[in-house]
């Protein structure tokens, strides 16, 4: 095992190659939830869980059945599936155990199904021919450097709502600025040489 380069994913992951700021995808939720650090928080928590667990399932899927018989063109519709069960799984037990953080996310949560960043993970983890254990830790640190964004998102926009800002840059236009200045931010990353 090559502890080099799973440093290499753990850093690129989460601040390098994140997926909100440098891939832009998953900006739907990034955008929706960001307006509470707490709903921030439990979706970071339930989008790691769908994307380390569905990073699992499809390198398997991919690898145990869909490539050996000659049906890596069905990946997509396979990944699909298998990110909609376990959507369908984290929401009912959100709901089971916490009603609150279930009511706050609100559709968001249903919406993981279709956020771009479970599937792109899950179909950038078969592309770069990562071995099971670069996929756990991709999947598991992609979503926290998407939980950092959206995190980091909210704790401004929270603040920014008792700042003194001109009417037309209130709500999602400051938001958008905001996002946009933690991008650039985040472009600094890039040059890092692991």
């Not at 739907?28 to 667990?53: N, R």
């Not at 145990?64 to 369908?88: E, K, M, R, W």
């Not at 984290?90 to 249903?110: C, H, N």
Request: glycine share 10%.
């Amino acid at each position: 095992m090559d502890f080099g380069k799973l440093f290499s994913i753990i850093i690129g992951s989460i601040f390098i190659n994140n997926f909100v700021f440098a891939k832009f995808l998953g900006i739907c939720p990034f955008m929706g939830v960001s307006k509470k650090v707490d709903s921030s928080i439990g979706m970071g928590m339930a989008v790691t869980f769908v994307i380390t667990l569905a990073s699992a399932v499809t390198w398997v899927v991919y690898n145990y059945i869909l490539d050996p018989l000659g049906l890596g063109y069905l990946q997509t519709i396979a990944f699909i599936l298998i990110i909609a069960s376990l959507v369908q799984f984290v929401e009912m037990a959100i709901q089971k155990t916490s009603p609150g953080l279930y009511k706050s996310l609100g559709v968001f949560l249903p919406l993981i199904t279709t956020n771009c960043c479970v599937l792109g993970v899950a179909i950038l983890n078969i592309q770069e021919k990562l071995n099971f254990i670069e996929t756990l830790v991709t999947g598991f640190f992609v979503p926290v450097g998407f939980t950092l964004a959206l995190v980091m998102l909210a704790g401004i926009r929270e603040r920014l709502e008792h700042a003194a800002i001109p009417a037309p840059f209130k709500g999602v236009p400051i938001a958008f600025i905001s996002a946009g200045l933690l991008a650039m931010a985040f472009m600094g990353f890039s040059g890092m040489k692991i």
